[in-house]
């Protein structure tokens, strides 16, 4: 693909705007979701690990 | 034998090893099927005479809104199950699928605004279409406020079931609502009774696309499971190996 091909490619036909959006968009929310998870799940662990767990008080009865 | 082998799989404890291997072969699945559907669909695939090329929106579009009904189905689904015979794994897999759910939905609300704008010249109607797939939006936000927002996790589970389910009445509604309505959406993309109307690298695209949106599904659910078994079975022993192997 050549410099005019790509600048085509990426107008879309005039259309380029919406069309990325949409790619960007659902790229943008897959990659987020697959960190967020990641890190909930390493959480879980860490929290897991922890050997205190079993005796922990929520501290909002003080 | 073989009965109580599949029975201890309905063991949260038991079932985050299976989980655990199976959602790298979901991730390469999903990730080699998006890389074939991605180049069909934006390299391969001709500008649609009618559209242009913003038709390629479908790619995207059209999976998530797939996903975001059959990933609500599959989650009603194991939410039946956990009602009907009391299942702790049940609840949590329809926890992990519903974030899922409620990304595509967001993802086919957003990529039909951006389709709607040049095919239709608005973002946004209140047809019938859009607003029974916001509707779907706000089932998921609710399924998922209910089951955080009951501290007894049981009693979460059978509350958020119940809504789960009685939303479910939504889904075919979202999907006839374009023979039932007069709607601005247009009508099925893909039948299985009448022959294929668009282009075959546009519709085996926009199909690989819609596997991909699934294996990912799976994947990402799976690595979800993972995190509410481990939150949740706070009375189970892991053992240290167990853990090890997370890292």
Redesign the interface.
């Given at each position: 693909m050549n410099a005019s091909g790509l600048s085509e490619f990426m107008a879309m036909g005039g259309h380029g705007f919406y069309v990325w959006t949409s790619y960007v968009v659902a790229a943008v929310a897959v990659v987020f979701e697959i960190v967020a998870v990641r890190a909930r799940l390493r959480a879980a662990v860490k929290s897991a690990l922890r050997p205190d767990r079993a005796v922990s008080v929520p501290d909002d009865t003080q | 034998m073989s009965s109580i082998a599949w029975f201890r799989l309905a063991s949260p404890a038991s079932f985050f090893p299976l989980a655990r291997r199976l959602v790298p072969w979901f991730s390469a699945g999903a990730a080699v099927l998006a890389v074939t559907g991605l180049w069909l669909g934006?390299l391969v695939a001709p500008?649609d005479a009618q559209q242009?090329?913003?038709y390629?929106?479908i790619f995207?579009?059209v999976p998530?809104a797939w996903m975001s009904m059959f990933i609500y189905i599959v989650m009603a689904f194991w939410c039946a199950v956990s009602l009907t015979f009391n299942t702790r794994l049940a609840a949590m897999l329809a926890q992990a699928l519903a974030?899922?759910g409620a990304?595509f939905t967001?993802?086919a609300l957003?990529?039909g605004a951006?389709?709607g704008?040049?095919a239709w010249g608005t973002y946004w109607a209140w047809d019938a279409r859009m607003t029974s797939e916001l509707i779907l939006l706000f089932l998921y936000f609710g399924y998922m406020a209910l089951s955080h927002a009951i501290d007894d996790p049981r009693r979460a589970d059978r509350a958020s079931a119940l809504l789960a389910l009685v939303g479910a009445i939504n889904v075919p509604i979202i999907y006839f609502s374009v023979k039932w309505w007069n709607t601005l959406h247009q009508g099925a993309s893909v039948s299985l009774t009448s022959a294929p109307t668009m282009a075959a690298t546009m519709l085996t695209g926009m199909l690989i696309m819609a596997f991909a949106a699934w294996f990912?599904a799976i994947a990402?659910a799976l690595?979800?499971v993972?995190?509410?078994i481990?939150?949740r079975e706070?009375n189970f022993r892991?053992s240290g190996e167990l853990?090890r192997w997370?890292r």
């Open positions: - | 934006l500008t242009g090329d913003a390629r929106i995207i579009h998530a974030p899922t990304m967001v993802l957003v990529t951006m389709w704008k040049p990912y990402i690595l979800r993972q995190a509410i481990v939150e706070k892991w853990l997370i």
